[in-house]
């Protein structure tokens, strides 16, 4: 059982930037694989972007290779999103996302078996 608690969503105007953390509670932290993914308004929810549990390998959706950066601190349970030059079709609600069996596949296929609760990101135009 893995307890997922998401944070730092908001408000920004396009160009702007944000960073989301997402900390975890109930496994070990540095045993398994963390990802984002992200839903807007009327769309299914899309992978943006994960990172092994080493913090070794990271991989990104290509709407947002370049702008958005996955990291993680095993030390304090916790993976971020930076996402810079933020632009209006990035609104959505991000979710975090742990996968237990990532170590069998590519990062690029996360199949995550817990979610957080989602934060709301909305980016003016």
């Known amino acids: 059982q893995v307890q997922l608690v998401e944070s730092g969503g908001g408000l920004v105007q396009a160009g702007g930037s944000l960073r989301l953390s997402c900390t975890a509670s109930g496994r070990t932290f540095s045993t398994y694989a963390m990802g984002w993914f992200r839903q807007a308004p009327g769309k299914e929810r899309e992978f943006v972007a994960a990172?092994?549990?080493?913090?070794?390998?990271?991989h990104y959706a290509d709407s947002v290779k370049g702008r958005f950066t996955i990291s993680r601190d095993n030390a304090k349970s916790t993976v971020y999103l930076q996402m810079n030059s933020l632009k209006p079709e990035d609104t959505a609600v991000y979710y975090c996302?742990?996968?237990?069996?990532?170590?069998?596949?590519?990062?690029?296929?996360?199949?995550?078996?817990?979610w957080g609760q989602g934060t709301q990101v909305t980016v003016s135009s």
């Open positions: 996302a742990a996968d237990f069996d990532q170590r069998r596949r590519a990062v690029s296929i996360l199949i995550p078996n817990y």
């Open positions: 990172i092994t549990w080493s913090g070794g390998s990271t």
